[in-house]
């Protein structure tokens, strides 16, 4: 009797197992939307290019946004046609696809369609609107022909040039202002030089963003009596051993910690109202010294990943407020620095407010 049963109890077994390898998994494709600096995957059911390229243009769900996902094609894009020519398809849109954003928004639209509509078997992809061939729209890309994912992977133009640290005649009222910079935390120790110069307001402006002062640059009797009396900035979370960094949105720097001390702060620029650096506990993902912005079609040198495409990195325009698509902005004097301090798998906290 025990036997007979514990046979039924094999074979029910065996016979639900079988039935369940036969239900097929959720059949989902992949969108690419924006997270910071680069194109990013997420998954929305469907099988087709069109199942695609619908959910593109529905854009990222409130969940999506609130962690940083954005989309750069107007709401209310339609597609007129979607055609496949063997590993080629082809992307016909409304005038719609064109309305608004600058050069950069352009590339990350037209890199985003790329993106999701070559991944359901098509390897190349050519976009047309209203029928017509796009000339002359998209900077560096040239949309009349077929695009693939490795050719917008492809930098284009060389990288820039770090600025020259001080360019001005030595001074020992300077030398006196970047070592107090430096005793600090606001400038590394070899930028005592004495010349005035773009590092120096660099930590200038740190510091006045810390001490929550006017933030020109200009250490006038404000910033020079409140450089008087400061102490080395402490880290505002909590943390053990080892290195950790703080992006502080509030205040627009970086603190560097090592075993729970300030290293550095560092004038920082995050993510822009439309595009905010998401807060939250993260880790360096991964570092890339010449890292390749695909969406926007630019140069990121010293790039540390640590969430999605969001990275620190260095970029020519590093201003007093938040500007950028998410990521974390640096002069050239600071990014390198910061790159060599961090390494894969340091703790990235970004608090909302100090």
């Not at 020259?164 to 910079?181: C, H, K, N, S, Y």
């Not at 030089?193 to 810390?210: C, E, L, S």
């Not at 402490?234 to 703080?246: C, L, N, S, Y």
Request: proline share 8%; glycine share 10%.
């Amino acid at each position: 009797m025990i036997a007979r049963r514990l046979r039924a109890v094999i074979v029910c077994g065996a016979l639900f197992a079988l039935l369940a390898s036969a239900v097929p998994a959720t059949a989902a494709v992949q969108v690419f939307f924006p997270r910071g600096e680069q194109l990013v995957a997420v998954q929305r059911p469907g099988t087709t290019v069109e199942d695609a390229l619908r959910a593109l243009l529905r854009g990222p769900t409130a969940q999506e946004r609130r962690a940083g996902f954005r989309t750069y094609i107007p709401r209310g894009t339609a597609t007129r046609s979607v055609r496949i020519s063997g590993s080629r398809v082809t992307v016909d849109f409304g005038p719609k696809i064109m309305q608004g954003l600058n050069a950069e928004g352009l590339n990350a639209r037209l890199t985003q369609v790329v993106f999701t509509a070559t991944g359901t078997g098509a390897t190349s992809a050519r976009v047309l609107i209203n029928g017509g061939t796009v000339l002359g729209v998209f900077p560096g890309i040239d949309a009349s022909v077929p695009l693939t994912r490795a050719s917008l992977r492809t930098p284009k133009g060389p990288t820039p040039l770090p600025t020259a640290p001080g360019t001005g005649v030595p001074t020992a009222e300077t030398t006196a202002l970047q070592q107090r910079l430096a005793d600090l935390g606001f400038l590394p120790a070899d930028a005592v030089d004495g010349r005035p110069g773009p590092r120096t307001t660099t930590g200038v402006i740190a510091f006045q963003k810390w001490a929550r002062l006017g933030r020109d640059g200009v250490a006038g009797p404000a910033t020079q009596a409140a450089l008087a009396a400061a102490t080395r900035p402490a880290p505002v979370t909590a943390g053990g051993p080892g290195r950790r960094v703080e992006l502080l949105l509030d205040r627009q720097v970086v603190l560097a910690i090592e075993n729970n001390a300030v290293v550095r702060v560092i004038h920082a620029s995050s993510g822009a109202a439309a595009t905010p650096t998401p807060p939250g506990s993260y880790a360096v993902t991964r570092k890339e010294a010449r890292s390749w912005s695909v969406p926007f079609q630019v140069w990121l040198p010293y790039a540390a990943y640590f969430v999605g495409g969001i990275a620190f990195h260095e970029y020519s325009d590093v201003p007093v407020s938040p500007a950028s698509h998410g990521c974390v902005r640096q002069t050239s004097f600071d990014a390198r620095w910061l790159f060599d301090f961090l390494s894969v798998g340091t703790p990235v906290r970004v608090v909302a407010a100090s």
